[in-house]
C-alpha cells in the first residue's frame, strides 16, 4: 500500500518567517495531494490541495509543489502568523477501483510560530 | 450548510465494554469514511462507505469493529470488548462523488480504561 513520510516532525518559526513542510510518498499512481490543518483538539481541516497534472498551486500565503518524478511534495507558508500554529498534515490519495479517493496521511508537523 | 457531526465527542470505556460512536455526514454526500487518529499521528483508514454499500474494511484493526450505513445517511462505528489499544480519536469524513475533498468531523476521543 501507501506509505507517506513527512519531515520535520516540529517545526518553529518568527512571525514573519516562511515555513516548509515536505512529504515523499511511495506509489507512483496516487493522483491527488490534499493538506490538512488541525488545530488541537479540532477537526483536520483541507487547506490546499494539488492534483498530479499539476506541478505547483498557490492560495494567498499558502503554496504546493509536486515532483512526480522524485515522488516530493511540499508545502510553503510565506509571511507566518501565530494563527498558523497548527499541526499540518500531508496525504497522497489513490482513486480506488471502487471509484472512491484512498487516503493515506502523513504522520504530521507540529508548526509554532512565535510572536 | 451543517458540516459532518459526531457524537459523543468523549467516551470514556471500561476495558471489555462494547461502544458504539455515531457519524453524520453532510447531507447528500455519498461518500463516508472512518479514520483512527493515535495521539501525535496522521489519521489512518478504517473503512468506506458509497451509500449503504461498504466497499472496503480493509483498514479495521480486527473482528472487534463493526461499521454500518444503513440507509446511505448516518453512520455508526461499533467497537466489541473494548482494549486499551483502542483508545484514540475516531473520525469521520464524508465526501460528493464528484469531488476528492473530504470533509471531517470533530471526532470522538474514546479512552479505554
Redesign the interface.
Known amino acids: 500500500g501507501e506509505n507517506?513520510e513527512?519531515h520535520p516532525s516540529t517545526l518553529s518559526v518568527q512571525e514573519g518567517d516562511s515555513a516548509v513542510i515536505k512529504c515523499t510518498y511511495s506509489d507512483s499512481a496516487s493522483n491527488?495531494f490534499?493538506w490538512?490543518k488541525q488545530e488541537l483538539g479540532?477537526?483536520?481541516?483541507?487547506i490546499i490541495?494539488i492534483r498530479s497534472n499539476v506541478g505547483e498551486k498557490k492560495d494567498q500565503r499558502i503554496a504546493v509543489t509536486l515532483n512526480k518524478t522524485a515522488k516530493h511534495f511540499s508545502l510553503h507558508i510565506t509571511e507566518t502568523q501565530p494563527e498558523d500554529s497548527a499541526v499540518y498534515?500531508c496525504?497522497a490519495?489513490i482513486k480506488?477501483s471502487?471509484?472512491?479517493?484512498?487516503?493515506?496521511?502523513?504522520?504530521?508537523t507540529k508548526l509554532q510560530v512565535i510572536p | 450548510g451543517a458540516g459532518v457531526s459526531q457524537s459523543p465527542r468523549y467516551k470514556v470505556a471500561k476495558r471489555g465494554q462494547d461502544v458504539a460512536l455515531r457519524c453524520d455526514p453532510i447531507s447528500g454526500h455519498v461518500s463516508l469514511f472512518w479514520y483512527q487518529q493515535a495521539l501525535g499521528q496522521g489519521p489512518e483508514f478504517l473503512t468506506y462507505f458509497q451509500n449503504e454499500a461498504q466497499l472496503d474494511k480493509s483498514g479495521l484493526p480486527s473482528d472487534r469493529f463493526f461499521a454500518e450505513r444503513p440507509e446511505g445517511s448516518v453512520s455508526t462505528l461499533k467497537i466489541q470488548r473494548t482494549q486499551q489499544e483502542d483508545s484514540a480519536v475516531y473520525l469521520c469524513a464524508s465526501s460528493s462523488f464528484r469531488t476528492d475533498t473530504q470533509y471531517f468531523g470533530p471526532g470522538t476521543r474514546l479512552t479505554v480504561l
Open positions: 507517506v513527512q491527488y490534499p490538512y479540532k477537526r483536520p481541516q483541507l490541495d498534515f496525504a490519495s480506488d471502487g471509484g472512491y479517493q484512498k487516503v493515506t496521511f502523513g504522520t504530521g
